[in-house]
C-alpha cells in the first residue's frame, strides 16, 4: 500500500498482492512479476527476494533508483548475494554487464531460471562469498575462474554485497 511505486495505483497494487497471495496459498503457484520496464521475475511466497517485486517494481525503490542513476551501459557490476536476481535482472536491463554470485543452491537455481527468462546479460557463479570472519573472498569454480582469466581479469564499475554479516553469522 505505501510503496512509492503504488502512488497513484493503490487499488491496482492491492489487487496485484491478493492475486498472489491466492495464487500461491490456494493453486500453490508462483507469480511472474514486473521488474523495471521489461524484465520479469519468478514470485514465490516465502521468498522475501521474489515476492517484494510483486508489492512494488522496483522492489528496494531507492536503492534501485539509485543503481539507475549511476550505472551506464556497459558497466561491469557485481552482485555477491544475488539471491533470485532482482539486483542482477534490474541492472542488467540497464546495460550492466552483471557478474552475480550466489552461493545458496536453491536461491541459485532461481537466478539461474530468472537470468534466462529475461535474456539478461548475466553470468551467474556458484561460489562463496565471505569466510567465518565476515571478510569478502570469493572462491569461483574452476571453470568460472579459467573464464576470468582468459579475459584478462574484470575491471569492475561497481559491486553490490548483501548479507556479509548474514554470512559472517552463519
Same mark, same amino acid.
Given at each position: 500500500?505505501?510503496?512509492? *511505486?503504488?502512488?497513484?495505483?493503490? +487499488?491496482?497494487?492491492?489487487? %496485484?498482492?491478493?492475486?498472489?497471495?491466492?495464487?500461491?496459498?490456494?493453486?500453490?503457484?508462483?507469480?511472474?512479476?514486473?521488474?523495471?520496464?521489461?524484465?520479469?521475475?519468478?514470485? !514465490?511466497?516465502?521468498?522475501?527476494? *521474489?515476492?517484494?517485486?510483486?508489492?512494488?517494481?522496483?522492489?528496494?525503490?531507492? !536503492?534501485?533508483?539509485?543503481?539507475?542513476?549511476?550505472?551506464?551501459?556497459?558497466?561491469?557490476?557485481?552482485?555477491?548475494?544475488?539471491?533470485?536476481?532482482?539486483?542482477?535482472?534490474?541492472?542488467?536491463?540497464?546495460?550492466?554487464?552483471? !557478474?552475480? +554470485?550466489?552461493?545458496?543452491? /536453491?536461491?541459485? /537455481?532461481?537466478?539461474?531460471?530468472?537470468? /534466462?527468462?529475461?535474456?539478461?546479460?548475466?553470468?551467474?557463479?556458484?561460489?562463496?562469498?565471505?569466510?567465518?570472519?565476515?571478510?569478502? %573472498? +570469493?572462491?569461483?569454480?574452476?571453470?568460472?575462474?579459467?573464464?576470468?582469466?582468459?579475459?584478462?581479469?574484470? !575491471?569492475?564499475?561497481?559491486?553490490? +554485497?548483501?548479507?556479509?554479516?548474514? *554470512? %559472517?553469522?552463519?
Amino acid at each position: 500500500w505505501n510503496h512509492p *511505486s503504488n502512488r497513484g495505483h493503490r +487499488i491496482a497494487g492491492l489487487g %496485484r498482492a491478493m492475486a498472489f497471495q491466492l495464487r500461491g496459498r490456494v493453486l500453490r503457484r508462483r507469480t511472474l512479476a514486473r521488474l523495471g520496464d521489461r524484465s520479469h521475475l519468478w514470485a !514465490e511466497l516465502h521468498r522475501t527476494a *521474489s515476492s517484494r517485486a510483486v508489492y512494488g517494481n522496483p522492489p528496494d525503490w531507492a !536503492e534501485m533508483l539509485t543503481w539507475k542513476r549511476l550505472i551506464e551501459p556497459g558497466d561491469v557490476f557485481i552482485d555477491v548475494g544475488a539471491n533470485v536476481g532482482a539486483y542482477s535482472v534490474y541492472l542488467s536491463e540497464l546495460g550492466a554487464s552483471v !557478474e552475480a +554470485i550466489e552461493p545458496h543452491r /536453491e536461491a541459485l /537455481e532461481r537466478l539461474r531460471e530468472n537470468v /534466462e527468462l529475461n535474456g539478461s546479460d548475466v553470468r551467474v557463479h556458484a561460489a562463496v562469498a565471505a569466510d567465518r570472519r565476515g571478510r569478502l %573472498r +570469493i572462491t569461483p569454480d574452476r571453470d568460472d575462474m579459467n573464464h576470468v582469466v582468459a579475459q584478462g581479469g574484470l !575491471e569492475v564499475d561497481a559491486i553490490a +554485497i548483501d548479507d556479509l554479516l548474514a *554470512s %559472517r553469522a552463519a
